[in-house]
């Protein structure tokens, strides 16, 4: 009606516990409705919430699709973002409204002092969830540390379940310390725990039912991700499995898998066997893309505020930092970039020709 549309307009524009005036004249305190940070609002209503840091350029993998093989060149330390600095970022964005921060990288589980940004990063009022993604390596040895300094959620890595193909995937040996990993994740109540698997043709396409097979017992949650493209990893749309070529095949062998509702950004189509105690999910960043719900942004080791995976305009907000703008400054630096963000990435061929950088100087 019109008075609902003109109360919500007023609560938009006054905030929360503001009293408003209602059109037929009625007083009405509106509770917690404060508007969002203009700063972290696009120009399409998109409302960044979600903020993924990388914390190292550094990893102890060499996986195939992430890096080239000869390596990347890393940036020299001193200007990567130090403890300080990440710590006074992420209180910044949780100060605008970010509720979740994914630690990423790299590998972070290799950065020195990931366990004090953590209980740092756990201090801040306003941020409901801190989320890790790992390769798994150092898992088991570090995840009483992480859930004493407040991991929320786990996501490990893992591509393939035959010691010998993983090996080719990543490079590097270590297998069973994944799994040992994931099950001590398990073992310590992350619920679900969530296994990245990103699909290539030839490689590892054959794994699928056998990563399906995984939910029946344990409490996990499995996402096939499509192959992407950046610098250095070989991609080529050959190689790309899509999600409606993985549903098709898993279906022929579990014709009644289940949709289940998607989480509110519609980043993961998630399903689940029925009786099966975990569930799966497709990332579709390629054949289906989420941009129209995306609420994230990206923060690289090295300092600069990405606004999409796969745009390549950057701004360095260490450069900011370290020039002692003040936080009004720098919000006007963030929002200025947010401002620019594109509706959606230009198409998966463009993409593949486009210049960004290698997936592990991003932060996944
Ligand atoms: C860059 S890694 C960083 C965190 C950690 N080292 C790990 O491997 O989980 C983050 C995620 O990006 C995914 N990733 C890397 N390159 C990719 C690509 N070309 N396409 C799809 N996913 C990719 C990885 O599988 C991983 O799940
Ligand atoms: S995907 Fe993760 S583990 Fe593999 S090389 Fe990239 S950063 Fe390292």
């Known amino acids: ?9 007023l609560n938009l524009i006054l905030g929360s516990e503001t009293e408003v005036v209602v059109a037929h004249g009625h007083r009405r305190v509106l509770k917690d409705v404060l508007p969002f940070s203009e700063f972290l609002t696009d120009a399409f209503g998109r409302r960044h919430s979600y903020l993924r840091i990388s914390l190292t350029e550094k990893c102890n993998l060499r996986c195939q699709y992430c890096m080239p093989e000869e390596g990347v060149k890393l940036t020299p330390r001193s200007q990567l973002l130090t403890t300080e600095e990440v710590l006074t970022l992420a209180r910044l964005f949780v100060h605008e409204g970010v509720e979740k921060i994914r630690l990423t ?22 941020l409901k969830t801190i989320a890790i993604t790992t390769n798994g390596i150092n898992l088991a040895r570090v995840l009483p540390g992480l859930k004493k300094a407040g991991v929320d959620l786990l996501n490990i890595s893992l ?9 080719f995937i990543v490079r590097r040996k270590g297998f069973h310390k994944v799994i040992e990993g994931i099950d001590k ?27 399906v097979a995984l939910t029946e017992k344990k409490p996990l949650d ?14 080529n749309f050959k190689k790309m499995v899509s999600y409606a070529e993985m549903l098709d095949h898993i279906k022929q062998q ?49 300092g600069n505020l990405k606004v999409c995976l796969f745009g390549n305009s950057e701004v360095s907000l260490r450069d900011f930092l370290r020039s002692g703008a003040s936080d009004e400054e720098l919000l ?24 960004n950088r290698p997936m592990i100087l991003i932060g996944g």
């Not at 009606?1 to 307009?9: F, I, P, Q, R």
């Not at 990288?105 to 306003?126: C, S």
């Not at 192959?227 to 070989?234: A, W």
């Open 1 to 9: 009606t019109g008075d609902n549309s003109t109360e919500y307009a």
């Open 159 to 167: 591509d393939s379940l035959v010691p010998a193909k993983f090996e």
């Open 254 to 302: 579990w014709p009644n898998l289940e949709p289940l509702p998607g989480d509110e950004t519609g980043t993961a189509k998630a399903f689940r066997v029925p009786g099966f105690k975990g569930q799966l999910g497709f990332i579709t960043s390629m054949s289906d893309n989420f941009c129209g719900s995306c609420n994230r942004l990206r923060i690289t080791a090295d």
């Open 332 to 355: 006007q630096i963030i929002g200025a970039a947010v401002g620019r963000k594109k509706k959606q990435h230009a198409g998966m061929f463009n993409i593949s020709q486009m210049k």
């Open 105 to 126: 990288g790299g590998e972070p589980l290799i950065r020195p002092d990931v366990l004090h940004i953590i209980a740092e990063m756990r201090k801040l009022e306003g």
């Open 185 to 211: 994740a398990v073992e310590m109540g992350y619920n679900p725990v969530k296994v990245n698997c990103v699909v290539m043709r030839g490689l590892n396409e054959d794994e699928l039912l056998d990563f």
């Open 222 to 235: 499995v996402r096939f991700i499509e192959y992407m493209p950046f610098d250095g990893n070989k991609w």
